[in-house]
């Protein structure tokens, strides 16, 4: 069987959540063609959805070491670092994926989502509304003050078929595989209806 062929497979796996069988095929695609950056960054992604953050993080980095130009590698691998709680890493992915796709409106959310966590409100401020350029969506920004704490709070109005996308991306295991179904249909948004 080609390299192809067995990718192919690999990403029906994927379709069918079935990342153990993925993990395996796509093991073995990187194993017939050495330096197969999206076999790796696909088995990246179903180490990630079973949570081995770990062996997803060395299969990202190595697809980005073969593939320095494709922004999706340092997207992938800032989301990752999201989750693991490394915020000045994501931050330096996402402002890497951006500088590569200055045209992806996801990246300058994601990567503003991470410097508000940080603190960087101002940095923050100036990626949503790039954001909001981009995707042509309005973001509304609640300032609450409070004894505690002085934050920013973001929430979105979001037209129904970017929600799942723009709004939930970084924040649940559905927002993701929604992101990745984006990438996949091309960096175009399909409705829901």
């Excluded at 379709?15 to 696909?42: C, P, Y």
């Excluded at 299969?59 to 494709?70: F, R």
């Excluded at 000045?88 to 994926?97: I, L, N, P, R, S």
């Excluded at 991306?169 to 179904?181: A, H, M, N, Y």
Aim: charge should be neutral.
């Amino acid at each position: 069987m080609s390299t192809k062929a067995l990718f192919d497979e690999g990403m029906i796996k994927v379709k069918e959540n079935d990342h153990i069988n993925a993990i395996k095929i796509f093991t073995e695609v990187i194993t017939l063609e050495n330096g197969h950056a999206d076999a790796l960054s696909q088995r990246a992604v179903a180490y990630l959805n079973i949570e081995r953050y770990d062996l997803s993080l060395i299969d990202m980095n190595k697809a980005a070491e073969i593939d320095p130009l494709y922004s999706y590698r340092y997207a992938s691998r800032a989301y990752l670092k999201t989750r693991i709680g490394d915020l000045e890493g994501a931050v330096a992915d996402y402002e890497k994926a951006a500088e590569l796709d200055p045209s992806d409106g996801i990246n300058y959310n994601n990567l503003a989502l991470a410097q508000e966590q940080l603190g960087y409100a101002n940095k923050a401020k100036s990626n949503f509304k790039k954001s909001d350029d981009l995707t042509g969506v309005t973001a509304t920004r609640i300032a609450r003050q409070s004894k505690e704490r002085d934050q920013e709070e973001v929430t979105n109005e979001v037209k129904p078929t970017q929600k799942s996308v723009v709004k939930e991306t970084l924040t649940t295991k559905s927002g993701f595989k929604d992101f990745i179904r984006f990438i996949k249909n091309g960096f175009k948004i399909k409705s829901n209806d």
